[in-house]
């Protein structure tokens, strides 16, 4: 049989191992207490009577201890899954605990005011959006940081291993086709020298376009320069022998106009001849873009004669 006396006799005075002495007031670390405190009325090791309330996983449960379930202890506590609503969860206390002393009502009672309470708390806390704390594993990180270390290093050796290799089969130190080589390197280090050569031929062959491009070019700028000197020659050679056709044909018509009509032009004034076209300037070569220049000379008109008009 189990005595409630002996045990708390023991506990009280000797040794208990959920059992935590302060200066004012000692505490009880046992999960089923349902106060916090050692004392009698509380310690559920000293009491085979015994109920109180837990939350896991934001449900309720409420934790009946009975003496008929004394001798197996795995299935000492019953569990009654208690309502969401609050007053209904007190409901429940109050069917299932309808004959038990007051003192262990209450303070289920007040447990579950006080878990439902901190339930509010952390769904509201889970709305806002507030920096999330994340604990810092120092060790682990200093851990890591020496694997990364000691990684890159072995990668440094493997790559310097690897060059020195690459650069012995390059220069034929172990003849044409080494037997201790892995074909698929072989053929990976050559296929690798076959791109650079094609890609510096490329290089060349581009290089090469570009400057026959521009020499091209060079030659079209110079010989579009060349045709419109010749043309701008050519309009002034045009015009001068223009004026020189209008002076002549000017001077044989005044004189025919003289031997037959001599007395009624000596009243008149002079007809007025033709002034040569100005001497032209020449276009010095500039840099900026090529204008070719045409002058135009306008010549007076002079009286047309009889003759001049028998002929036209």
Known sequence: MQSDDVIWSVINSQFCSYKVKTATQNFCRNEY??????????????NSRYATVREKEGMLYLYV???????????????IQLSENYSKALEQIDKELIYWPNFIIHKCKQRVTKITQYLIKMRRMKLRQEPKLVG?????????????????????????????????????????????????VWQAILD????????????????ELDMEDDETEEEDEEEGEEEMEGEFVSDLSDLED?????????????????????????????????????????????????????YEQELESLPISRSQLANW
């Open 33 to 46: 207490n349902v106060t916090g405190f050692c004392n009698r009325q509380s310690c559920p090791l000293a």
């Open 65 to 79: 201890k009975t003496i008929e379930r004394a001798h197996t202890p795995a299935k000492m506590w019953e569990k």
């Open 136 to 184: 810092v594993k120092k060790k682990l990180e200093r851990r890591e940081a020496t694997r990364e270390r000691k990684a890159l290093s072995a990668a440094h050796l493997e790559k310097s291993i690897e060059k020195e290799l690459i650069e012995r089969l390059k220069s034929k130190a172990y003849g044409d086709v080494p037997l201790n080589v892995n074909e698929s």
């Open 192 to 207: 690798r020298e076959r791109g650079e050569k094609q890609e510096k031929e490329q290089m060349e062959a581009e290089e």
């Open 242 to 294: 223009v004026g020189d056709e209008v002076s002549e044909d000017g001077s044989e018509d005044l004189s025919e106009s003289e031997d037959t009509r001599p007395k009624i032009l000596l009243g008149k004034r002079k007809a007025k001849f033709p002034a040569k076209a100005p001497p032209q300037k020449r276009v010095e070569k500039t840099k900026g873009p090529k204008v070719s220049v045409e």
